[in-house]
Nanobody
Framework: QVQLVESGGGLVQAGGSLRLSCAASGLTFSTYGMGWFCQAPGKVREFVTAISWSGGSTYYADSVKGRFTISRENAKNTVYLQMNSLEPEDTDVYSC????????????????WGQGTQVTVSS
């Protein structure tokens, strides 16, 4: 059974930082691209960032370029999201997903999702 478990969310003041983690089990982690998406209640998933199988390629939404960094440790089956210079507009539930191929910016390519972790940025 595949599981993706996010952690690291919380409440932070604007300008602060958080580091999210997503631990995967039940899949061959190194063969999946991994992505982070955010989703507010009643809204569609919005792409944040993604990383290829090897970590050699990364992709970012324009709104987070220069502030967020995605990385992965295949030996630990874990993907990370370092969030710096956080803004109130970043407040959302952040979920990680696993995609075996395709356009990592598109949520329909993802086979598995975690439950999400809440990030709240106060002004």
């Amino acid at each position: 059974q595949v599981q993706l478990v996010e952690s690291g969310g919380g409440l932070v003041q604007a300008g602060g930082s958080l580091r999210l983690s997503c631990a995967a089990s039940g899949l061959t982690f190194s063969t999946y691209g991994m992505g982070w998406f955010c989703q507010a209640p009643g809204k569609v998933r919005e792409f944040v960032t993604a990383i290829s199988w090897s970590g050699g390629s990364t992709y970012y939404a324009d709104s987070v370029k220069g502030r967020f960094t995605i990385s992965r440790e295949n030996a630990k089956n874990t993907v990370y999201l370092q969030m710096n210079s956080l803004e109130p507009e970043d407040t959302d539930v952040y979920s990680c997903g696993a995609a075996p191929y395709g356009k990592f910016e598109v949520p329909e390519y993802y086979d598995y999702w975690g439950q999400g972790t809440q990030v709240t940025v106060s002004s």
